[in-house]
């Protein structure tokens, strides 16, 4: 009894691990302000990131942007004290303090990647259709020879068939393609079946713990 609810209590500890693993929170990056000088002074984050600012010298100092998207000032800090602000916007912030004009630094936002669609994959199929009419058959006929001359050819019964079947039947079109749509099939998620799981475990050894306390009332009995 006491080895499944461990592997329950292990379960569970382990689903709670793996559930915000899935959803990871941006990232926070530190700046110092020491030696009257900002470190370090060129900064590169991706939108959603958080930068933390603490003084390590004894005179105050704070942020104060000269150029970017958005106008950014922090108050005051004196030694030990820390100030944080999350970049949203992408693009190019410098900064200063404005204490001391000499500490300039600069930070690069950049913006989040788009997220992957799913487009769904089209087949195309053509299907000809075979013509309905019947071929026309090539009569033979004998003509008969002309002894006369003339200055355009007449074409012979033979060759006025021969001309007419070779022509392209109206009905002989291709049918149109047909469009086949594969769809996709999504996969589970691994963590809803681990979730699963775990319920199932624990429903298992309360069940156990139930049929076990009423076996000890009737033996009491």
């Known amino acids: 009894m006491r080895a499944l ?11 709670v691990w793996l559930l915000p693993a899935g959803r990871a929170s941006a990232a926070s990056y530190s700046v110092a302000m020491k030696g009257y000088a900002f470190s370090p002074a060129s900064l590169s984050v991706p939108a959603g990131s958080t930068v933390t600012w603490t003084n390590y010298d004894t005179a105050p100092h704070d942020v104060k942007t ?9 108050p005051m800090l004196n030694k ?3 100030w944080s ?32 669609t799913h487009s769904a994959e089209h087949v195309h199929t053509t299907v000809p259709r075979a013509s309905s009419r019947p071929a026309h058959s090539s009569a033979t006929h004998s003509a008969p020879a002309m002894t006369m001359p003339s200055p355009t050819p007449t074409p012979t019964a ?8 070779a022509q392209p039947s109206p009905q002989s079109t ?15 998620d691994p963590l809803l079946l681990l979730a699963g799981l775990v319920a199932g475990v624990a429903v298992l050894c309360l069940l156990l713990v139930g049929s076990r306390t009423a076996r000890a009332r009737e033996e009491e009995a």
């Open 80 to 82: 030990g004290e820390s």
């Open 5 to 15: 609810l461990r592997a329950a209590a292990a379960l569970a500890l382990l689903t």
């Open 66 to 74: 000269t150029s970017g998207p958005l106008s950014i000032h922090s």
């Open 158 to 165: 033979s060759e006025a068939a021969v001309s007419q079947s």
């Open 174 to 188: 291709p049918a149109p393609a047909t469009t086949t749509t594969a769809s996709t099939v999504r996969p589970l």
């Open 85 to 116: 602000f999350t970049f949203a916007t992408a693009g190019s912030y410098g900064y200063v303090c404005t204490v001391h004009p000499d500490m300039t630094a600069g930070i690069t936002v950049r913006a989040a990647a788009p997220a992957p």
